[in-house]
């Protein structure tokens, strides 16, 4: 098993413009997020998904948008790209309500908006 | 709005001493709390989940604890290694069925 994988690792992006980053797990997982994790921050809350066809805002959801259409993967948007968006982004899963289930993350992807 | 609070950013201790991190949280009270393991350029890997109606949880040389009067967990390691070197976050569950709120995590340096 894979567990959870990103695509891409790295990205360099210039101010406004797009991209899609793709989370995959192999683990049947119903939830999965989207995190950003900064500096002297912590990992943060972007969007969330409780199963196929269903997202939630998190902590810090502007800017972005996301989809679920298969259960397997979760994407993250940036529609026009801010430099304040340079970030290290993880995508994590679990097999129900995240408080009593453990979450596996993928590796991560380093995005720098110039 | 909840407030997660680790003691501190980094904590440097002699190898085979016992490390102790702290996690504070305030204005809710969680029925579950996990501690999760980062290593650098790595995401975070989940290491112990203890319920607000355990005490203590143990796990080799790992123990949690879980006052929910004091509103605080420790996160023990037992005889530490240089290999124990990482950063560890604390993450209680949200309130109401919310997802985890992760704290900005402690950085241990395990020196030989």
């Not at chain 1, 996301?66 to 993250?76: D, G, I, W």
Request: with cysteine; hydrophobic share 30%.
């Amino acid at each position: 098993n894979a567990g959870v994988t990103q695509t891409p690792k790295f990205r360099v992006l210039k101010t406004g413009q797009s991209m899609t980053l793709l989370c995959a797990q192999d683990m049947n997982h119903e939830y999965m997020y989207w995190y950003r994790q900064d500096p002297g921050m912590g990992l943060r809350l972007i969007h969330y998904s409780v199963g196929e066809g269903t997202t939630a805002k998190g902590e810090v959801p502007d800017g972005y948008n996301v989809s679920r259409l298969k259960k397997q993967n979760f994407l993250l948007g940036l529609e026009s790209a801010a430099p304040s968006q340079t970030s290290v982004y993880f995508c994590a899963s679990s097999r129900g309500t995240s408080g009593m289930n453990e979450q596996f993350f993928g590796p991560g992807t380093r995005l720098t908006v110039l | 709005s909840q407030k997660i609070e680790q003691n501190s950013e980094a904590l440097n201790i002699q190898e085979g001493k016992t490390a102790t991190l702290t996690c504070n949280y305030t204005n809710y009270s969680p029925a579950y709390l996990q501690w999760y393991r980062q290593d650098p350029g790595r995401g975070p890997v989940f290491l112990l989940l203890i319920r607000e109606n355990e005490k203590e949880k143990r796990k080799e040389r790992l123990k949690v604890t879980f006052d929910t009067t004091l509103k605080q967990s420790l996160f023990h390691i037992t005889a530490s290694q240089p290999a124990d070197s990482a950063t560890y976050l604390c993450a209680p569950r949200g309130p109401g069925n919310t997802p985890l709120v992760f704290g900005k995590g402690t950085r241990l340096s395990v020196i030989a």
